[in-house]
């Protein structure tokens, strides 16, 4: 079982940044993926990008060159840095952990709220 805990969010001015990190505690398997989605009111749960353990990064095309993640495997903990940030980035941001071929193998952090306005 891993749990996750997501911390950094809060309030923003449009073009501010903002750095979200996740801790996962129990075992994270060396082929897992950490990875940030969002979910804005109304809309459906979308992918913000992956990383692997290796470090490759997958991204959204909404948040290429804006948004940067980053994972220390040392402390199970995965980072987000959010910048030149949009009132359309508004969401709650979720953290999580899936294994590519065990399906079953899929966590999630509870969310952190990210509200981008002036």
């Known amino acids: 079982q891993v749990q996750l805990v997501e911390s950094g969010g809060g309030l923003v001015q449009p073009g501010g940044s903002l750095r979200l990190s996740c801790a996962a505690s129990?075992?994270?398997?060396?082929?897992?993926?950490m990875g940030w989605y969002r979910q804005a009111p109304g809309k459906q749960r979308e992918l913000v990008g992956t990383?692997?353990?290796?470090?490759?990064?997958n991204y959204a095309d909404s948040v290429k060159g804006r948004f940067t993640i980053s994972r220390d495997n040392a402390k199970n903990t995965v980072y987000l840095q959010m910048n030149s940030l949009k009132p359309e980035d508004t969401a709650v941001y979720y953290c999580?952990?899936?294994?590519?071929?065990?399906?079953?193998?899929?966590?999630w952090g509870q969310g952190t709220q990210v509200t981008v306005s002036s």
């Open positions: 999580n952990v899936a294994h590519p071929l065990l399906t079953s193998r899929n966590y």
């Open positions: 129990g075992i994270i398997f060396r082929a897992d993926v």
């Open positions: 990383i692997t353990t290796g470090g490759s990064t």
